[in-house]
């Protein structure tokens, strides 16, 4: 059976760093997999496909990119693949692909090394133990980078009044009062008026605005949401397509005006957190069904 060397499999995945260094914000994972196959040319046997159809190229490198991150070179979230400064350090230090790659693997083994012992653990060699911990933290990143991707796609393709809804649904469940759900039509700037208490009596004046771009919403388009809040108000900008670092910078260094930016993640995340406290027709906005896997350890 043909094998993929050491020296090899630094080569996939110091082109992959090569393909990320210059993405601060990272790159899919499918993306970045698909640049570096067409930036390597691809062996017989890396072009194959296993058994149960998966292109035994990609699993090559997804399985390698499991010590790049123990090593603290590459972070991974939710799919997205990005390299940290460490990585950085490591890419520009081993210029030799087998080097670079056999560092990850030493770094691999200390963090391994450093993990508790798990009693009662059947007795396997230093290598069965290597690969059955990478594969099982391959499966891992796998199943959450596919379950990501459907979730991200749901919320992309919601209706955009359906999404106002889903915030507002959040938004009540969080424990503040709804007072206003902008219907059908232009808003104003704003789609949802909520309040701390029932009456809304006591300040402050909660203003949403929820956005179902692709793209990131610019500064002056924070801007334009700033204006339509009072000195007493807190905005909350909601946009599944993401802000520019200028919005964020923005809404960071804001002295007059309260504003937090939620980007799908972010959304996504909150709603996870208050799941249990939403009522059954928020629920069904966005259905969630925890699959218990066996995690690796981090």
Known sequence: MPEVTLRRTGELVRTLFSILINQPDGVRAK???????????????????????????????????VDAAKAGWLLKSRGTWSITEAGRAAHARFTEPEAFYREARRLYRVWEESQPAVDDAPEVGPDDG?????????????????????????????????????????????????????????????DIIAYGDPLGTRPPRIKVQVKRHAGPVSVDGLRSFLAVLGDDD???????????????????????????????????????????DLDDAARRRLPLKPIYFLAPPE
Do not use: C
Request: net charge negative; charged share 25%.
């Open 31 to 65: 993306h970045a997999l698909a640049a570096l196959a067409d930036r390597v040319e691809l062996t017989p046997y890396e072009g194959g496909t296993y058994p149960n159809g998966a292109r035994r190229f990609e699993q090559i490198v997804r399985f390698a990119t």
């Open 130 to 190: 290597a690969r059955s911990g990478r594969a099982a933290t391959e499966a891992y990143e796998e199943a959450e980078e596919q379950a990501w991707q459907e979730i991200e796609r749901f919320l992309h393709q919601m209706n955009p009044y359906d999404l106002q809804e889903l915030v507002a649904s959040l938004i009540k469940g969080m424990g503040y009062h709804i007072a206003w759900v902008a219907p059908p039509g232009r808003d104003g700037g704003m």
């Open 234 to 276: 807190v905005g909350i900008f909601v946009n599944t397509g993401g802000f520019t670092k200028d919005a964020e910078q923005e809404a960071r260094t804001q002295e007059s005006r309260r504003v937090t930016l939620v980007n799908l993640e972010r959304l996504f995340d909150l709603w996870v957190e208050h799941y249990d």
